[in-house]
Every structure is written in C-alpha cells, then in structure tokens.
C-alpha cells in the first residue's frame, strides 16, 4: 500500500482532528436526543462507537482500504499523491473520477443536511411542547423525525466513507432506535391513549412517503396531522 499523503504531506494519523470531530458529532448528538433512561445511554454508546470508528479511518488510519489493498490495488499504483479522496471507497469502486467524487460527496451533504434539520426540527417542537402530545410541524408526517434524522446521518457517512466497522454497527444501531422508538411509544400510549392510537394509526413511524418528503423538510409548527 502507498504512502497515505494530501499535498505533499501526511493525510492520515492525524488523531487530534479524528477526536474533535468525534467530539463535535457527539456534542450535537447529546444536544438533540438528550438520553436519560439506560436504553438511551447505551444507543448512545453504540451511536459513539461508530462515530469513534468512521473518524478514526477517517483521519486515524484507514483500515478498511488497508484490508482491501489486494482487491483495490489496481486502482491506487497511479495515483499520485494518495489523497483523501481516493480514501472514499465509492469513488475508487466508481472509477476515481471527480465525478464520482462530486457524486458522493453532493449526496452525502445532502443526506447529512436532511438529518440535521430533522434532528433539530424534532428537538426544537418537543422542548416547546413540556410534556404534551406534539402532532404537528415534522410530526404530522413521522411519529419519530428524529430517529429519522439519526438514520439519515448514517446512511449519509455509509455513502461518504464506508469502513467495516461502522457497516457493521449501522443494521445495530437501526435495529436498537426502532426498539427505543417503540418502547418510547408504549410509555406514550399510557399517557395518551386513543388520541395517540388515532395519530399512530394516521402517521408512520419514520418514513412518510417520497411525495410527501418536500412538505416534511419544511414544515413548520402549527399543522397537525
């Protein structure tokens, strides 16, 4: 495998950068999903490990490529320096181009934006709502937007920057906020009853369909389902 460079220098094991943005992802995380119950700390145990994962090929050391040097060696003998953007593993198997690099990078954004502003619309209506039922804004259209941000932000680095681990913990980590989502509505339900069953049974759970996702990003506070 080639020396790991970015214009001329090092573009690996840099850990100091690795650690910050695992901080600053971590910090957002708290912020918006603000854990209290033990199922919540340990989704966010999972949720830091695969942050702590995806950072440190990122910038630490990219083991994933390493791994997968005698099946992509092809594809890196003239590339010179090795940079960062052939650590994207999409854009190597898609043939390296700036395209396939634009690509990637343009969906990734895309889908990173989208999490975080569902993140942030889902905190922002629950916070104001102190307890009470909320059904409107982002609501209207997903019982949960901000697991459906979650979910977002991982699809969004599986597409920017694919390792074996994080492929691994991203099926976990869905599998462990659909069954806190689900208990999350058991405790609803008590507090709630048929109002809730009539909004459950009219509202998905995290994906409304396609021809409503236009309505569900922009919506504001003050329309109910």
């Known amino acids: 495998m080639q020396t790991v460079e970015l214009n001329g220098e090092y573009a690996y094991g840099m850990w100091l950068i690795s650690a910050i943005n695992i901080g600053i992802f971590m910090f957002f ?8 119950a033990p199922i919540e700390w340990r989704n966010m145990g999972v949720l830091t490990a695969f942050f702590t994962a995806l950072f440190a090929e990122m910038y630490g050391f990219p083991l994933t490529i390493f791994i997968l ?65 909320v059904t409107d804004g982002v609501y209207a259209y997903a019982r949960h937007p ?22 691994i913990m991203t099926p976990i980590l869905f599998i462990a906020y659909t069954r806190l989502a689900k208990s999350e509505e058991h405790k609803v339900k008590q507090a709630f009853a048929e109002k809730y069953n009539s909004y459950a049974q009219q509202v998905p759970a995290f994906f409304p369909p396609l021809s409503r996702w236009k309505a569900f990003l922009s919506a504001k506070p003050g329309k109910g389902f």
């Open 29 to 36: 995380a708290l912020s918006f999903l603000k854990p209290k």
């Open 69 to 133: 040097t005698s099946w992509l060696g092809e594809a890196y003998p003239a590339l010179e320096p090795f940079n960062h953007k052939f650590g994207h593993l999409w854009v190597v198997v898609f043939g390296g181009s700036n395209f396939a690099w634009f690509l990637v990078m343009t969906l990734s954004i895309l889908f990173l934006a989208m999490g975080y502003l569902l993140l942030y619309k889902g905190w922002k209506l629950i916070h104001a709502a102190k307890g009470e039922l």
């Open 146 to 167: 901000q697991y459906t941000g979650l979910y977002l932000i991982i699809v969004a680095f599986l597409i920017q920057w694919p390792t074996f681990p994080t492929v």
